[in-house]
């Protein structure tokens, strides 16, 4: 193929060609801010490049465009792998920017308490819940939760996902906390996939301070935290605040303590009632606040002027049968980053797919299959604090993408409880193929 004279060849491992769309997710678009989350209406624009291709070069972005564009600009290396996407989407790899992934047990008899009409918090209240998986938690292993972790990811990346953030808080004392953090953090050293870690000492109050939650909040910000930090293992601190569990100020106090250890604060707020946490996220400069099933007007409203993503967590709606999901509408109409996550856990949402998540997006909570991509790549990426790095298809950017059996990305959320991702390319490496692992 000849060269534009002058120009140099730009060195390509990777190649994925002729796809029907390329999401690309660009940046660059009207109306939006330079390179933030989409908001508003952004958020249906998915930059989409029609018989496209990417290119890259030892896990980065090095070309993307039309097919002969691409083609006449790279020079393909020895052993340069080619994938043909005609007849494919390709999109950025799924972002899954709220999980509880490290904990031993399962809770399936939460199902059946659930369809006989208890609600979470009287299962909480009486030993169930969090603290079940607490003490399963607690006798599992380091060796035993780490191979438990890496076959879930395992599972999470045949589906698409190539990042994903990890919270603690199954532990809820500075060794047990610990023991899971490490697993985070070893999780993200063996996994392919890109591992975010966040400490949740503050996820529920431990059999041993039951009716001392004062106590428990102090044990977490002069024992957890500094330990925590002492080591390194987190980025983002988060606090479960909610009636029956932590208060505002308690979750204030917490939040500050960990932002005086550098640990950036996200809060699951207003889930079961209007608390005022996302009055809280905004004021403290949260980078995220989660679930928001109950959140003010006045509270999306400040969320919106401060920045805050709004972290929606459809699954979990879905699991416990409420009825009721995050309104979504409200927070995009009010101009706040809108992203959506599996919240996978053993109670409340034990899916490990976000196609899933993407289905309970556009049923329970009437979103636009473009709505949902930007909340699921590019907005996700933002919320984790890893926009400049991942969450779109652009030079530079680290080569995370998913090729689905699909034309048109419309297709995408409207495909019910199937796999239909056909590839992923974890930093330009090719990781799963025909839905499946492959073994390297
Ligand atoms: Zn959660």
């Given at each position: 193929?000849?060269?534009?004279?002058?120009?140099?060849?730009?060195?390509?491992?990777?190649?994925?060609?002729?796809?029907?769309?390329?999401?690309?997710?660009?940046?660059?678009?009207?109306?939006?801010?330079?390179?933030?989350?989409?908001v508003g209406s952004s958020m249906r624009n998915l930059a989409i490049i029609s018989g496209g291709s990417v290119a890259a070069f030892d896990g980065r972005i090095v070309a993307i465009g039309k097919t002969h564009e691409v083609r006449g600009k790279v020079k393909l290396t020895s052993n340069a792998q080619v994938i043909d996407a005609k007849g494919k989407v390709v999109l950025p790899g799924f972002v899954d920017s709220h999980t509880h992934l490290v904990f031993a047990g399962s809770r399936e008899e939460e199902f059946i308490q659930r369809a006989e009409g208890k609600t979470y918090l009287e299962i909480l209240g009486s030993g169930g819940g969090i603290l079940s998986t607490v003490r399963a938690t607690r006798d599992a292993t380091h060796s035993h939760l780490l191979?438990?972790?890496?076959?879930?990811?395992?599972?999470?990346?045949?589906?698409?996902?190539?990042?994903v953030e990890v919270k603690s808080g199954y532990g809820l004392s500075v060794d047990e906390e610990l023991k899971i953090l490490r697993v985070i953090r070893d999780l993200d050293k063996f996994h392919p996939v890109d591992v975010v870690s966040t400490f949740m000492g503050a996820h529920a109050v431990p059999a041993e301070y039951a009716g001392d939650t004062e106590g428990y909040v102090q044990h977490v910000i002069d024992d957890q935290l500094p330990a925590v930090k002492e080591e390194n293992l987190a980025e983002f601190c988060d606090v479960f605040c909610e009636k029956g569990v932590f208060s505002v100020g308690q979750s204030r106090r917490?939040?500050?303590?960990?932002?005086?250890?550098?640990?950036?604060?996200?809060i699951h707020a207003d889930e079961m009632g209007s608390l005022g946490g996302a009055e809280l996220a905004a004021e403290i400069g949260a980078v995220s606040a989660e679930h928001l099933l109950y959140a003010s007007e006045d509270g999306i409203r400040k969320m919106a002027e401060a920045g805050v993503t709004a972290m929606l967590l459809p699954a979990t709606s879905f699991t416990l049968g409420l009825g009721r999901y995050a309104d979504a509408r409200a927070f995009i109409q009010a101009g706040c980053p809108v992203a959506l996550a599996t919240d996978f856990n053993p109670g409340t949402s034990p899916t490990l797919s976000m196609q899933f998540v993407m289905n309970a997006a556009a049923l329970?909570?009437?979103?636009?299959?473009?709505?949902?991509?930007?909340?699921?790549?590019?907005?996700?990426?933002?919320?984790?604090?890893r926009g400049n790095l991942i969450g779109s298809l652009e030079v530079g950017k680290v080569a995370d993408m998913v090729v689905v059996n699909t034309d048109t990305y419309l297709r995408i959320p409207y495909k019910l409880g199937i796999n239909i991702v056909d590839k992923v390319i974890k930093r330009g490496r090719l990781v799963v193929s025909g839905g499946r692992l492959i073994m390297s």
């Open positions: 193929m000849p060269m534009n004279t002058g120009e140099q060849a730009i060195r390509a491992d990777l190649l994925i060609e002729d796809a029907s769309e390329l999401i690309t997710l660009a940046a660059d678009i009207p109306g939006n801010g330079a390179a933030g989350p989409r191979a438990l972790g890496l076959k879930n990811l395992d599972i999470m990346m045949c589906h698409g996902t190539t990042t917490i939040l500050e303590a960990g932002l005086a250890l550098g640990l950036l604060p996200r329970g909570m009437k979103l636009h299959p473009a709505e949902i991509i930007s909340a699921t790549t590019v907005n996700a990426a933002h919320g984790l604090n």
